[in-house]
């Protein structure tokens, strides 16, 4: 059973950074895509960004247009989402998941899921 936990959330002015972390602990966290996705109250969970077990695929939403970068350090079972040129449209819940079947943008290929952290971006 994969736990994940996210920190790193908080608020933020238009145009700034924020860094976001997922702790990964009981299971193979190594041998698991990883991905973000987000949610905005009464709107459908959206994907982020996915990584690939080695950290050499990555691929993104639409929305994010070369403003995010997700990474992972196996050794210490992190997988991290770097924001930057935020916009208060990014203002959501984010959530880390990880699918044992490798990177996805379907939700659904997702076995387990951290709680959340809310991100806010103030104009």
């Known amino acids: 059973q994969v736990q994940l936990i996210e920190t790193g959330g908080g608020s933020v002015q238009t145009g700034g950074s924020l860094r976001l972390s997922c702790t990964a602990s009981g299971g193979t966290f190594s041998s698991a895509g990883m991905g973000w996705f987000r949610q905005v109250p009464g709107k459908e969970r959206e994907f982020v960004a996915t990584i690939n077990r080695s950290g050499s695929i990555t691929y993104y939403g639409d929305f994010v247009k070369g403003r995010f970068i997700i990474s992972r350090e196996n050794a210490k079972n992190m997988v991290y989402l770097e924001m930057a040129g935020m916009k208060p449209e990014d203002t959501a819940v984010y959530y880390c998941?990880?699918?044992?079947?490798?990177?996805?943008?379907?939700?659904?290929?997702?076995?387990?899921w951290g709680q959340g952290t809310q991100v806010t971006v103030s104009s």
């Open positions: 998941a990880a699918a044992t079947s490798g990177p996805s943008s379907r939700q659904t290929m997702y076995n387990y």
